[in-house]
């Protein structure tokens, strides 16, 4: 953490990339002064649980980390201070619950389909719960989709031009299996054989981004042992677990696992990236011109640098126009739980995105992660857009469908 | 601070507009030269020009030092607080009131960034030409207090030549206008424009701002030269001066420089001891006229690789290189400090043999990176706080450095101003005589000092900085206690 304190320069660089400071518009709520804030608790000036709720409006979306020309690695300096701080930290008790179901629902899909389920019906009493609550159960469909079950090994069309495995995730196969089912279906159409381990399951990001090391730990390991050796890649389509793979090395510091961590963590691609460097195969495309707003996620953009593979796909769909959106790499409000945890910042942000979105007119809205889908299809909806909204591999797989 | 001045500030403001928490007051302790903190009384963010108008007459009723800041990236400590004084975060004002493309003007609020007003004229062809490094951040109010330069200046002129109107609230707590909309400067009186800017914040607030826009060069022309020797990059400059080609930019970046900026952005720079960046831009016929006797001047000048941006992306990542620098040498350094003396052009060599003399004299590493066109050096000391007596030796050698730029005939500060770090080096620049026609005319406008309070003047504690001993200055001989 010393590291990354100390190559702050307090330029200010990183002020014009934070979504919370162009919201909020103070030093605390900025990159330098979060940073500031955590030298101070550190250096023992200041007490935690007084820095704590700027530290917590963070949306860890790493816009500050491209933009710093000091090199400061505020993504460790985040997850380190965050695990820290969450081990003598105290919640309001329902704070407390709110978390403790985040922990223990969300990344285990037979809890949280249960939860979900149950969660439906509580929304007809959200508006009596308190906010924390009352986000979580907004962002709840109002039916869970149908279970979109892959087959363990699905086989590559035409020549075999890869072999990969995909990453199942969490709150995704639950809230919306279509993308993962799109996904496998565009990689078996581009000759790549698509491996769907059974005991595959959460990575541990989503915990790892609130601060719960050891949860997440526990959950991640189970993935280590599960997928084949022989292939080319573990394929994921959520940007929040490609990201927080990335962190693995940090995360399992120490841990006498640290090595299988990180090969593991080697061995992970974005399905996007994945796709454009081994060449997409051109699908049928579209009958019409198609309006196409591609909307970055923080999680990729930033935290991979992953901005030209998804447009590189896209634009090689027939009658498909890409449009550019303004402030492209501002975040749209979802970021993990955020919009659990900050409600109305994330709706501030949410309203925000959909706007520019909206200004430069599309049919339709292309992302390459659950969360922002969800968001944006949320903040749509405020304003009664119907504006469909789907996962980058939805819209690739309804190409080479030949959709009119 | 006394309750009864933040009773009256509730008054005016909201209470999460009026910070008096430590965490929400400690964040705003330094701006860009981290050299210096000091903690403010209280940080309030007006929301609109009547607000600052109250809290301005407050402060002088009160007679409260107030400061007043934007996106606090001052490298000469300007928007440092004053301890237990007022901040007032400008920041919120960032809306752009106008932009007339017949009239080439745009109409902004003093928080508004720099870049965004470029951004906002870019559809017009239009654009703001002065661009400070931290262009992507940095506001306009905080340009007009500290009359903020940038690579360009070279050919058009610092901040003061592209303001044509303010209205300001002086520090008393009068309200006036400076100029006006007139891009020929119709109705003008005396130049009180070039009084207001530049002044350090010790005027007052300006609450809006007119601008001048000016057209996009149709063609811009990017060469970067490199040198195995620092002085040959310098001597480059003085040819291309002579030859009477005026550039819209020439920047030199030394070894270490560009380490540091390879480092953050990968621009792929050669491996060099200096590199030269030569930027052409204007209509067309005349940039390629020009660019062809460039060559020819680069060609001789020695040196070893030149390369032409092909397009605007390699345009950019030359410039996002030499933007970012100075912070990129934080990844060389947990410390630094960035001067910002001037020296004649035709004297550049000179002056970049004795600060390397220097460098080795104090044993410190000293990254070069500056607007070689005009001469105005930025030189960055190298230090590390943690080991004692470290900062007091980087401010020495830098004491040395601005004796130098005197000595040379320039001058201590080119574009950063003298803010709080080298405010004990104005008497080095100027007399008793005009320091104190300085003071008389600031008390005539601000009598209780209540305006950036202890900034630019000499004298007053350091708030965080203690000076141990002689003044660098003492020990170099220019100046004395006598």
């Given amino acids: 953490m010393a590291t ?34 955590m030298k101070n608790v550190l250096e023992e000036r200041l007490e935690a649980q007084d820095a704590q709720p700027y530290i917590d409006r963070c949306l860890g979306c790493m816009a500050c980390v491209p933009a710093c020309p000091s090199g400061v690695e505020y993504g460790d300096l985040l997850v380190s201070y965050r695990g820290a701080q969450e081990e003598s930290r105290r919640r309001p008790p329902l704070d407390a619950l709110a978390r403790k179901l985040v922990i223990e629902a969300l990344p285990y899909p037979k809890r949280f389909r249960l939860a979900a389920q149950t969660g439906a019906i509580g929304r007809v009493i959200s508006d009596a719960l308190p906010a924390a609550f009352a986000s979580m159960l907004n962002l709840l469909p109002e039916k869970l989709p149908p279970r979109l079950p892959l087959p363990p090994v699905l086989p590559a069309q035409g020549e075999r031009r890869g072999v990969v495995a995909l990453l199942p995730g969490c709150v995704q196969q639950v809230l919306a299996p279509a993308i993962n089912y799109a996904a496998a279906q565009v990689l078996a159409a581009n000759g790549i054989e698509v491996h769907s381990p059974p005991d595959a399951g959460c990575c541990g990001s989503i915990l790892l981004h609130i601060g719960a090391e050891r949860e997440a730990q526990k959950i991640a390991r189970r993935n280590f042992t599960v997928f084949p050796r022989d292939i080319d890649a573990i394929i994921t389509t959520a940007a929040g677990c490609g990201s927080g793979i990335n962190d693995y090395e940090l995360l399992f510091k120490g841990e006498p696992d640290a090595e299988s961590a990180t090969a593991f963590a080697d061995r992970v691609m974005d399905f996007g990236a994945y796709l454009a460097e081994l060449g997409l195969l051109a699908p049928a495309g579209f009958k019409s011109e198609r309006r196409v707003a591609y909307q970055d996620a923080c999680h990729l953009l930033h935290a991979q640098g992953i901005q030209s593979q998804p447009r590189t796909l896209l634009r090689q769909i027939p009658n498909l126009r890409l449009l550019s959106i303004a402030d492209a790499g501002m975040c749209c409000g979802s970021a993990g739980t955020y919009n659990i945890d900050q409600p109305d910042i994330a709706a501030a942000l949410g309203r925000r995105k959909v706007e520019s979105i909206l200004a430069a007119e599309p049919d339709l809205v292309a992302s390459g992660n659950i969360g922002c889908i969800t968001q944006l299809r949320q903040q749509l909806a405020l304003l009664g857009n119907p504006l469909p909204v789907m996962h980058i591999a939805e819209l690739l797989w309804r190409a080479y469908q030949g959709d009119r | 601070m006394n309750r009864a001045f933040i009773a009256a500030l509730e008054s005016i403001y909201p209470a999460d507009r009026l910070l008096t928490r430590e965490v929400e007051l400690l964040p705003y302790e330094s701006d860009a030269l981290t050299a210096f903190s000091a903690v403010p009384g209280a940080v309030v963010l007006p929301v609109n020009e009547a607000e600052i108008i109250d809290t301005v007459r407050l402060c002088h009723e009160q007679a409260v030092p107030f400061v007043a800041r934007g996106s606090g990236t001052s490298l000469s400590g300007g928007s440092l607080p004053i301890p237990d004084g007022l901040t007032i975060g400008l920041n919120r004002l960032n809306r752009i009131k106008k932009l007339d493309p017949e009239q080439r003007i745009a109409v902004v609020e003093p928080g508004v960034i720099n870049l965004a007003i470029t951004e906002a004229a870019q559809p017009y062809g239009l654009y703001y030409a002065p661009d400070p490094s931290s262009q992507s951040i940095c506001t306009i109010g905080g340009n007009i207090a500290f009359n903020s330069g940038g690579a360009h200046c070279l050919k058009y002129g610092m901040t003061s030549n592209h303001v044509l109107g303010m209205k300001v609230v002086l520090a008393d707590g009068a309200l006036t ?64 001066v002579a030859s009477g080609l005026l550039p819209g930019a020439m920047e030199i970046m030394d070894r270490l420089a ?5 480092a953050s952005v990968q621009a792929g720079y050669p491996d060099a001891e200096a590199l030269l960046i030569v930027e052409l831009e204007g209509e067309a016929p005349q940039v390629e006229a020009e660019f062809d006797q460039l060559r020819g001047i680069i060609d001789e000048s020695g040196a070893f690789e030149v390369r032409v941006a092909n397009d605007e992306e390699e345009r950019t990542r030359i410039w996002k290189g030499r933007k970012g620098a100075f ?82 005939g320039g001058s201590i500060t080119g574009e950063h101003g003298i803010g709080m770090e080298k405010r ?43 000076q141990h001993g002689m003044h660098p200055l003492e020990r170099a001989g220019v100046i004395s206690r006598e």
């Fill in chain 2, 327 to 408: 912070s990129a040498v934080g990844r060389l350094s947990p410390d630094y400090i960035v001067q910002d003396g001037v020296v004649p052009r035709s004297r550049l060599g000179e002056a970049l043999v004795e600060i390397s003399a220097l460098k080795e004299k104090y044993q410190l590493e000293v990254a070069n990176v500056f607007h070689a066109g005009d001469g105005n050096l930025h030189p960055l000391i190298l230090y590390d706080g943690r080991e004692d007596g470290a900062l007091e030796k980087a401010e020495a050698l830098a004491g040395e450095i601005l004796a130098l730029c005197i000595r040379l």
């Fill in chain 1, 4 to 37: 990354a304190i100390e190559k702050c320069v307090h330029c200010g660089f990183c002020l014009a990339a934070c979504p919370t400071y162009s919201l909020l518009g103070e030093e605390m709520d900025s990159p330098r002064g979060r940073i500031y804030l």
């Fill in chain 2, 177 to 240: 206008q400076f100029g006006g909309e007139s891009i020929e400067g119709v109705g003008i009186g005396p130049d009180l424009i070039g009084l207001f800017v530049g002044s350090e914040g010790l005027f007052g607030i300006a609450l809006e701002i007119t601008v001048r826009l000016m057209p996009q060069p149709e063609l811009y022309r990017t060469v970067l030269a490199a040198y195995d020797d620092l002085g040959r990059a310098g001597d480059a400059v003085s040819m291309v």
């Fill in chain 2, 258 to 262: 560009i380490k540091a900026a390879e």
């Fill in chain 2, 424 to 466: 004990d080096y104005l008497p080095a620049m100027f007399s008793e005589e005009e320091i104190d026609i300085m003071q008389a005319l600031r008390l005539a406008i601000d009598p209780k000092e209540i305006a950036n309070r202890g900034k630019m003047f000499p004298g007053g504690e350091a708030p965080a900085l203690a």
